[in-house]
């Protein structure tokens, strides 16, 4: 009996050791980079997730690329990744895009913004360059030299205005809701004031689930990132029904050439479209509001560089009273 008992247990021993082995290396039709994969299943997500205040790399990448190099392996989520921090090899691998690589995303990421199997859009080099071709439309040079630079000083000077009269201001929130009002606007002539639902607190609320594990049940941030996104896509599948029944369209805005589009770009559908105005709002919301409130804190923390754009912004003023067109400074801005 003890024998049987033994031999249990050694097989068991044997059969973990093998598939801790083959968690710690796992097969790769190349070459892997250094690195831990860390505990089985979990992985490394545990020290990821860990926030952190300062400017630098967040100490999960630092201390790695300090002990692997610049390129090292780990495994995030139940995922085994590959972290690049080499500035080179980044950017042939994102020209390289749909060629020798494909774009990914996280489990929680690609479910929040519907970027799974069939609908993984993204993945798709020619819907791809349908969605670079229309963002430079409206967000190019040209627009932006031409009509943007206009609404987005009114833009500021709205949301500045009111911070005269408050103690303290919270700057990534005012700012986000400014980046959202204003991108809103230019996608499909979003008007908050008009609006009974607060789509940026949605987008907002959908960020706290995009760092963690999809656990998709009652209780869990995810859970409550799902509902949001659901929401907020139900929202913009009833303005984009509206303005395809609408009998003319007058706005000129992205949506009105998505839609407008339709007729000769075979693979856009009202779905895609939904994702294409989500996907858009998020990535805008997030990204731009961070690097403004990044933007304020150096200024306030670097006086003399705030006294030097003091300068050459009455310098751009300069410009503009010359200037027929109206352009903001555009030559030395």
Not at 165 to 192: L, T
Not at 219 to 227: C, Q
Not at 278 to 298: C, G, M, N, R, V
């Amino acid at each position: 009996m003890w024998t049987v008992g033994l031999c249990i247990v050694a097989v068991v021993v044997i059969y973990f050791s093998y598939w801790l082995n083959r968690w710690s290396n796992p097969k790769c039709n190349g070459v892997l980079p250094p690195g831990s994969m860390g505990l089985p299943l979990i992985g490394e997500s545990l020290q990821l997730i860990v926030p952190s205040y300062s400017l630098d790399l967040h100490p999960f990448i630092k201390k790695r690329a300090q002990r692997y190099g610049p390129i090292f392996r780990t495994s995030v989520a139940g995922r085994p990744v590959v972290i690049s921090t080499d500035p080179e090899f980044n950017h042939y691998i994102i020209k390289q895009e749909g060629r020798l690589v494909e774009l990914w995303y996280l489990d929680s990421f690609a479910k929040l913004l519907t970027m799974e199997g069939e609908n993984k859009v993204t993945a798709l080099s020619l819907v791809h360059k349908y969605i670079r071709s229309i963002i430079l439309n409206h967000f190019g040079a040209e627009p932006l030299k031409e009509k943007l630079l206009p609404q987005i000083e009114e833009f500021v000077n709205k949301t500045l205005l009111p911070w005269s009269n408050q103690p303290s201001v919270e700057v990534k929130h005012v700012a986000s809701g400014m980046v959202f009002d204003f991108s809103a606007k230019i996608f499909f002539s979003y008007n908050d004031e008009k609006s009974h639902v607060k789509l940026s607190e949605k987008l907002t609320s959908t960020l706290g689930g995009l760092m963690t594990f999809p656990l998709n049940f009652p209780g869990t941030a995810y859970h409550k990132s799902l509902k949001d996104q659901k929401e907020t896509c139900n929202i913009l599948r009833k303005i984009v029904k509206e303005r395809m029944n609408a009998p003319e369209r007058h706005s000129k805005d992205l949506l009105d050439q998505a839609i407008n589009d339709m007729d000769k770009e075979k693979f856009l559908s009202e779905d895609l479209i939904v994702q294409l105005m989500y996907s858009l709002l998020f990535a805008s919301f997030e990204s731009i509001s961070s690097t403004l409130s990044l933007t304020l804190k150096l200024l306030a923390d670097h006086p003399a560089v705030l006294q030097e754009l003091k300068v050459d912004k009455g310098q751009g003023r300069k410009h503009r009273a010359k200037s027929s067109s109206g352009i903001y400074g555009w030559p030395t801005h």
